[in-house]
């Protein structure tokens, strides 16, 4: 069992930053695939970014390429995502996930979830 802990959410303005955190108990992350995905009310869970499981190939939805990073740190068992330029669009509960997949984009495809944390932006 692996137990995911998401940090880092807040409320910010347009074009302001936050990095959210996700820290991994129970078993060590360095075999699974990672990713972000976010649920804004009143609709369904879209994935954000992912990174593969030696760390080498990352993944992102359209609309945050360029603006959002994803990072593991294998050695603190930590999964990071990285958003900057963030946009009222982007306000959501964003929840990190780890699997053994090849599909990233699918969160049928991961195994483990945190609870999420709210990320909020204003105009």
């Known amino acids: 069992q692996v137990q995911l802990v998401e940090s880092g959410g807040g409320l910010v303005q347009a074009g302001d930053s936050l990095r959210l955190s996700c820290a991994a108990s129970?078993?060590?992350?360095?075999?699974?695939?990672l990713a972000w995905f976010r649920q804004a009310p009143g609709k369904e869970r879209e994935f954000v970014a992912a990174?593969?499981?030696?760390?080498?190939?990352?993944y992102f939805l359209v609309s945050v390429k360029g603006r959002f990073t994803i990072s593991r740190d294998d050695a603190k068992n930590t999964v990071s995502l990285q958003m900057n330029n963030l946009k009222p669009e982007d306000t959501a509960v964003y929840y990190c996930?780890?699997?053994?997949?090849?599909?990233?984009?699918?969160?049928?495809?991961?195994?483990?979830w945190g609870q999420g944390t709210q990320v909020t932006v204003s105009s």
């Open positions: 990174i593969n499981y030696k760390g080498g190939t990352t």
């Open positions: 129970g078993r060590t992350l360095n075999t699974y695939d």
């Open positions: 996930a780890a699997g053994r997949t090849t599909y990233y984009y699918s969160s049928r495809n991961y195994d483990y």
